[in-house]
C-alpha cells in the first residue's frame, strides 16, 4: 500500500462527503432507513476492510437498544428481507461500493457519524465495553475459578446438558433475532473455526456473526449488551500449551483471556440473554464442526 497514495485519495474524499447528496449522506440515509425495520446488515469486503467496517458500526451504533449489526462475509448468499445486503468485492448487493481504501476510510467514518446522529446516539460511547472490563477485572482480583460442566468426548458443555450436541440444539431452540459465536481460540491453529458461523446459521436459519475473542469485545461485544437485546451467544474457551506470565501482574495472558471471557458471560447472562458456553479440549473443534454439519438444517 502506498501510504502517500491512501492519503491523497482521503483528502479527496473528505471535501467531497460533506456536500449534500454526497455518497457519505446517500449511504447513511440507506443505513438510518434500514435501522428502522432491522439491524442487520451484510458485508462482502475483501482483505479485512469488512472487520474494520465491523467494529466501526456495531461499536458506535450498538447502544441504548439501538444499531446496526455487521455480518462479515466472503460473498453474499441468498438475500433475506431482514439482511441489508452490502458488496464492497464486485458482486450484485442492494448496496454496491466502489472505492480505493482511503476514500472507503472516510466513507464510513463519515456515514457512521451522520447514522448515529439520527439514531441519537454517542458514537464516541462504548459503555458496554467498559462493562465487560470491570467485570474481567473483577473475576482477575478474586481470582475465583470458573465453574466447568460435563465431558463429552473433547468437549466440555458449562451447564447442565452432558451432551455437546443436546446442549446446542437447545440452544438453537431458543434462538431468535440472531446469534453471536464468540471464539476465544488461536487465530492461527484454530483458523478453521470460522466456519461455525456458516453451520450455526444453516441450522438456525437466523443472522450469525463471527468474532475472535477478545477482539470482538470491542466490536460487536458492545452491540451484543447494548443493541436491541435479540441476540443468542456461542461462547468458546480453550487450554493453552504455553503460557505465560504478563509482565507487572500475577496472572498470565491466558489467565486474563479466560476472564474477559467470564466478564463477557456474566454481562449476557445478567440480561437473560440465550447463552451457550462450550470449552474445548484437544480435538474438540473438530467435534464441534462434525456435530453441527449433522444438526438438521433450518426449514424457512
Known amino acids: ?34 435501522a428502522e425495520e432491522s439491524p442487520f446488515v451484510e458485508i462482502a469486503a475483501p482483505h ?3 472487520d474494520w467496517i465491523e467494529q466501526l ?15 462479515v462475509v466472503p460473498a453474499l448468499g441468498s438475500r433475506r428481507a431482514n439482511v441489508l445486503a452490502i458488496a464492497l468485492n464486485g458482486e450484485p448487493g442492494d448496496i454496491e461500493i ?35 472490563k470491570e467485570r474481567a477485572n473483577s473475576i482477575l482480583n478474586s481470582k475465583v475459578v470458573s465453574s466447568r460442566g460435563h465431558i463429552d468426548r473433547n468437549i466440555e458443555v458449562v451447564g447442565e446438558v452432558s451432551s455437546a450436541e443436546q446442549a446446542l440444539q437447545n440452544f438453537l431452540n431458543q434462538s431468535h433475532g440472531y ?6 481460540l488461536d487465530r492461527q491453529k484454530d483458523s478453521r473455526a470460522k466456519i461455525l458461523r456458516t453451520l450455526l446459521e444453516r441450522a438456525s436459519g437466523t443472522p450469525t456473526t463471527f468474532g475472535w475473542g477478545p477482539r470482538f469485545l470491542h466490536s460487536t461485544g458492545q452491540f451484543h449488551k447494548g443493541g436491541p437485546l435479540i441476540g443468542s451467544f456461542l461462547q468458546i474457551t480453550t487450554e493453552r500449551e504455553q503460557d505465560v506470565v504478563i509482565p507487572g501482574s500475577t496472572f ?39 456435530t453441527l454439519i449433522n444438526l438438521p438444517r433450518a426449514t424457512s
Not at 476472564?259 to 437473560?272: F, K, P, T
Open 252 to 290: 498470565t495472558f491466558h489467565q486474563l483471556q479466560l476472564a474477559q471471557a467470564a466478564g463477557d458471560e456474566l454481562a449476557l447472562r445478567s440480561r437473560h440473554l440465550n447463552f451457550l458456553h462450550l470449552h474445548l479440549h484437544e480435538g474438540g473443534l473438530d467435534q464441534l464442526v462434525e
Open 1 to 34: 500500500m502506498d501510504v502517500s497514495e491512501l492519503l491523497d485519495d482521503a483528502q479527496g474524499a473528505a471535501l467531497i462527503f460533506p456536500q449534500p447528496g454526497s455518497p457519505a449522506v446517500l449511504l447513511a440515509a440507506a443505513l438510518a432507513s434500514h
Open 48 to 50: 479485512g476492510l469488512g
Open 179 to 184: 446469534i453471536g459465536v464468540m471464539a476465544f
Open 98 to 132: 466502489s472505492a480505493s481504501l482511503g476514500e472507503h476510510f472516510l466513507l464510513w467514518e463519515w456515514a457512521t457519524a451522520l447514522l448515529c446522529a439520527y439514531l441519537q446516539v454517542n458514537a464516541f460511547d462504548q459503555p458496554n465495553v467498559a462493562e465487560a
Open 57 to 71: 458500526l456495531a461499536e458506535s451504533t450498538g447502544k441504548e437498544g439501538k444499531g446496526l449489526l455487521p455480518i
